[in-house]
């Protein structure tokens, strides 16, 4: 089992510095120079070229790798090119915008799609299983940013029912301050939701038939096993773990479309910090969220393989 752990710590560890490695020189080739983004009017070639030694650019390129993964190895990712503050602090006033939006969906998925999943094993051919069938499908194919428009445009835009950008309207306190927070909430959450579910009630529908098969859920019911103790303590129980391990892969999926999600809705996480910096070629502040990002999903991919480990007993042999 320890060795299991360990061979599953080290392959977060090389995805990390494969990560962090790829992002920064695919930040070095962009076709721009950040320093002309950062004074506004006339610049001298001398201003320029002072501009690019302040900022390191003007050193080699192995060389100013070297640097980034020293100061990233003690934990610091740099000071902003345009806002002149560490990134550190950017990113941490902006990442609880993007755990509450992505940690949100991934809860009412996992709530909404168990017992969608579990209902349409029970009732195989029915009305509910036909209908998670067709919306596992559906919401498979949908693409998170055109999602998000169409709800930006009719519930946003024409219907007016939801605000558009920002995470809370300003000047409010207390209960009306929650209000706030989740109806600026309720669109991203919905995007988000929409596409993830299907495919997450899908597996679960097919784990769960499976299981219902299994001869020990033929034995449960044969002891006089209530239907619902039968489903929902012995079957869910061994049907849920790959579920789980399909949601733990797809946080990269859910992570990437927060990102996109916050961009479309001018919602304030580290998505819209990354389109921000962007277009003001910023390379510190970018190359510091993508590894945030990146640490977040690979962490959390480490531990659903480690939960795995731990709830199935033929990986740890």
Not at 135 to 154: D, E, H, K, Y
Not at 201 to 224: C, F, P, Q
């Given at each position: 089992?320890?060795r299991?752990?360990?061979?599953?710590?080290?392959?977060?560890?090389?995805?990390?510095?494969?990560a962090?490695?790829?992002?920064f020189?695919?930040?070095?080739?962009l076709?721009?120079?950040?320093?002309?983004l950062?004074?506004?009017?006339?610049?001298?070639?001398?201003?320029?070229?002072?501009?690019?030694?302040?900022?390191g650019?003007d050193?080699?390129l192995?060389?100013?790798?070297?640097?980034?993964?020293?100061?990233?190895?003690?934990?610091?990712?740099?000071?902003?090119?345009?806002?002149l503050?560490?990134?550190?602090d950017?990113?941490?006033?902006?990442?609880?915008?993007?755990?509450?939006?992505?940690?949100?969906?991934?809860?009412?998925?996992?709530?909404?799609?168990?017992p969608?999943?579990?209902?349409?094993?029970v009732?195989?051919?029915?009305?509910v299983?036909?209908?998670?069938?067709?919306?596992?499908?559906?919401?498979?194919?949908?693409?998170?940013?055109?999602v998000?428009?169409?709800?930006?445009?009719?519930?946003?835009s024409?219907?007016?029912?939801?605000?558009?950008?920002?995470?809370?309207?300003?000047?409010?306190r207390?209960?009306?301050?929650?209000?706030?927070?989740?109806?600026?909430?309720?669109?991203?959450?919905?995007?988000?939701?929409l596409?993830?579910?299907?495919?997450?009630?899908?597996?679960?529908?097919?784990?769960?038939?499976?299981?219902?098969?299994e001869?020990?859920?033929?034995?449960?019911?044969?002891?006089?096993?209530?239907?619902?103790?039968?489903?929902w303590r012995?079957?869910?129980?061994?049907?849920?773990?790959p579920?789980?391990?399909?949601?733990?892969l797809?946080?990269?999926?859910?992570?990437?479309g927060a990102?996109?999600?916050?961009t479309?809705?001018?919602?304030p996480?580290?998505g819209?910090?990354?389109?921000?910096?962007?277009?003001?070629?910023?390379?510190?502040?970018?190359?510091?969220?993508?590894?945030?990002?990146?640490?977040?999903?690979?962490?959390?991919?480490?531990?659903?393989?480690l939960?795995?480990m731990?709830?199935?007993?033929?990986?740890?042999?």
């Amino acid at each position: 089992m320890l060795r299991y752990a360990a061979s599953r710590l080290l392959r977060a560890i090389l995805t990390i510095w494969i990560a962090v490695t790829v992002t920064f020189f695919l930040l070095r080739l962009l076709p721009a120079d950040p320093t002309l983004l950062v004074v506004e009017g006339d610049m001298t070639p001398e201003m320029q070229e002072a501009l690019r030694s302040q900022y390191g650019l003007d050193k080699p390129l192995l060389q100013q790798y070297g640097l980034y993964l020293g100061q990233l190895v003690q934990g610091n990712l740099g000071v902003s090119f345009r806002q002149l503050v560490p990134v550190t602090d950017l990113l941490l006033s902006r990442l609880p915008w993007t755990l509450l939006l992505a940690g949100s969906a991934f809860v009412l998925t996992l709530l909404i799609g168990i017992p969608l999943g579990v209902y349409a094993a029970v009732g195989r051919g029915g009305a509910v299983d036909r209908s998670v069938q067709f919306f596992g499908i559906t919401s498979n194919a949908l693409f998170i940013p055109s999602v998000a428009i169409l709800l930006l445009v009719v519930f946003g835009s024409n219907l007016g029912w939801f605000p558009i950008g920002q995470a809370i309207d300003p000047d409010t306190r207390g209960l009306a301050a929650y209000a706030s927070l989740l109806h600026h909430l309720a669109l991203p959450l919905f995007s988000l939701v929409l596409v993830q579910l299907g495919p997450y009630a899908l597996t679960l529908r097919t784990n769960m038939a499976e299981v219902l098969g299994e001869d020990y859920i033929t034995s449960a019911r044969s002891r006089g096993l209530t239907p619902r103790r039968v489903v929902w303590r012995h079957a869910l129980r061994n049907a849920v773990l790959p579920a789980l391990m399909l949601m733990g892969l797809q946080l990269g999926t859910l992570i990437g479309g927060a990102v996109l999600t916050e961009t479309v809705f001018a919602y304030p996480g580290v998505g819209r910090l990354i389109f921000e910096s962007v277009q003001q070629l910023d390379f510190p502040v970018l190359q510091g969220a993508f590894v945030v990002l990146a640490v977040t999903v690979v962490l959390a991919n480490l531990l659903t393989d480690l939960l795995s480990m731990v709830l199935n007993p033929r990986i740890r042999t």
